[in-house]
């Protein structure tokens, strides 16, 4: 009896309600389920969220894609700080003051005042035959030096970079070793050097160290070299000279474009904006609104002195036409017509780029065969 009673409860404690055709099978499918559904949707939730991120992110860089033409013209000081690139200091862990950390154990660091408030950092490294003589002298021997019978390069550097880069102070090295006297220094705003960057000051700055020179060098030629945007200033500066008729001996341009909007046209970093409705209007036209000019194609034809241009086939910031269409510019040109205009490329298999030039065996002939005749020029 207890049996039976206590079946009889068991049986009145199930839910209500008429018994269904496998009923008995519905607690394990209801079971089954929620064990079944999360291994279907976990890779579809991981996927969906990954595409989410991946929409988010589009959007996030289309924003800044658009949203930067429109701060460059609203902030042309952002322009203009790509232009001059001043603020990029490498390599970074050098002392200015300290050129024989360099190599350079035959330079003297000076500094010179173009104008009030602002200072420029200089460095003049002797000839290569000179070396020995240079061990532990002072800044009046090597002022004094520059009036002894070798020739005296004025390089002005490009964007970017102290006057203690790598390429550059390679190339100081092998101009010392050909008998150069090289000064060089960086323009206000750069390395060490106090101010605020413009063409103007640029141009003003090699002003003062090419006359800095010249009241040293007595009657030794002076050839002023500039690379990459320092061809923009070394144009400008020779220009400046020719109208006051105190020309240097030669103007050499390394890897130089014709004018700054061309160059910002080609450069790399315009790449992804150069098919970006208005470009012109939103990138170049500010930085000739900020001043920034930089015409070779229009100083050269108010030069009047020898002209050689260096060109890399492969040079991927400055490209190799716009040099050549710089030099079929200035050749014809009335102004060069008692003197040599010379273009000397150098093939793309060289692998000289943008600034290893220095590097060819060929150099050394290639100034000695042009320099020397301009050597001759000016001596006559």
Known sequence: MRKRNESVTLEHERPAGPPEPGCSLRP???????????????????????????????????????????????????????????????????????????????????????????????????????????????QPWYEDTLGSNY????????NAGTRGGDHRVELYKVLSSLGYHVVTFDYRGWGDSVGTPSERGMTYDALHVFDWIKARSGDNPVYIWGHSLGTGVATNLVRRLCERETPPDALILESPFTNIREEARSHPFSVIYRYFPGFDWFFLDTITMSGIKFANDE????????????????????????????????APSRSFRDYKVQFVPFHRDLGYRHKYIYRSPELPRILREFLGKSEHAHHH
Request: aromatic share 12%.
């Open 28 to 138: 394990s499918l209801r079971l089954a389920r929620p064990h079944g559904e999360p291994a279907m949707k976990r890779p579809l939730g991981r996927r969906y969220g990954l595409w989410f991120r991946l929409r988010k992110l589009l959007i996030w860089l289309l924003g800044v894609y658009i949203a930067i033409p429109f701060l460059v013209k609203i902030c042309p000081a952002i322009q203009v700080k790509l232009v001059f690139l001043n603020f990029v200091r490498v390599p970074y862990f050098i002392d200015l003051k300290r050129p024989q950390d360099q190599g350079l154990n035959h330079t003297y660091n000076y500094y010179l005042q173009p104008e009030e408030d602002v200072t420029i950092g200089v460095w003049h490294t002797v000839p290569g035959a000179l070396w020995k003589d240079a061990q532990g002298k002072g």
């Open 299 to 330: 100083n050269v034809k108010y030069i009047s002195c020898s002209l050689l241009i260096l060109h890399a086939e492969d040079d991927p910031v400055v490209p190799f036409h716009l040099g050549k269409k710089l030099y079929n510019i200035a």
């Open 151 to 158: 020739p005296v390069i004025l390089y002005l550097h490009g």
